[in-house]
């Protein structure tokens, strides 16, 4: 990992706690207490499939993924009572840019901001996004 995606991942994780999300408490509980992890496993954590399926690297790095957080064939990577099992460096772009209709975000438009120039860092490594 370069010294400006370990920066970027960072500025990241400084800007979710800022945000401070109601999603530890998540309120959506019509997908079972799930939210916007429902479809987790059906999408292999959101990734983009079509960039992982390109390379034989990207694909290996999302099964070492699934492997070392025992993706979970009903849950995927979320865990009942906890929420995702991957640390946010790890996610896919869509999980770290995305929230729902509960959610309030004051600094929406720099988390976004960042996560595209996360995922253009990541696509300069080669690396699964
Ligand atoms: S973004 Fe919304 S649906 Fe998803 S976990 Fe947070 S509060 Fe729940
Ligand atoms: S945040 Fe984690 S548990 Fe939720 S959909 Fe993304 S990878 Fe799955």
Redesign the pocket.
């Known amino acids: 990992m370069t010294k400006k995606l370990n920066d970027l991942l960072k500025k990241l994780d400084a800007l979710y706690k800022e945000a401070n999300l109601p999603c530890k408490k998540c309120p959506d509980t019509n997908l079972f207490g799930?939210g916007?992890?429902?479809?987790?496993m059906s999408?292999n954590?959101?990734f983009e499939l079509d960039h992982i399926r390109r390379s034989q690297n990207r694909t290996k790095q999302l099964n070492n993924l699934k492997e070392k957080y025992k993706f979970d064939l009903r849950?995927?990577?979320?865990?009942e009572g906890k929420?995702?099992?991957?640390p946010r460096a790890e996610?896919?772009t869509?999980?770290?840019k995305?929230f729902c209709l509960e959610c309030s975000v004051p600094n929406e438009y720099e988390i976004r901001t960042v996560c595209k120039e996360i995922t253009i860092e990541k696509e300069k490594l080669d690396m699964i996004y």
């Open positions: 799930r916007c992890c429902y479809g987790c999408s954590g959101f849950l995927g990577f979320f865990e929420g995702c099992k991957l996610r896919s869509l999980c770290n995305y």
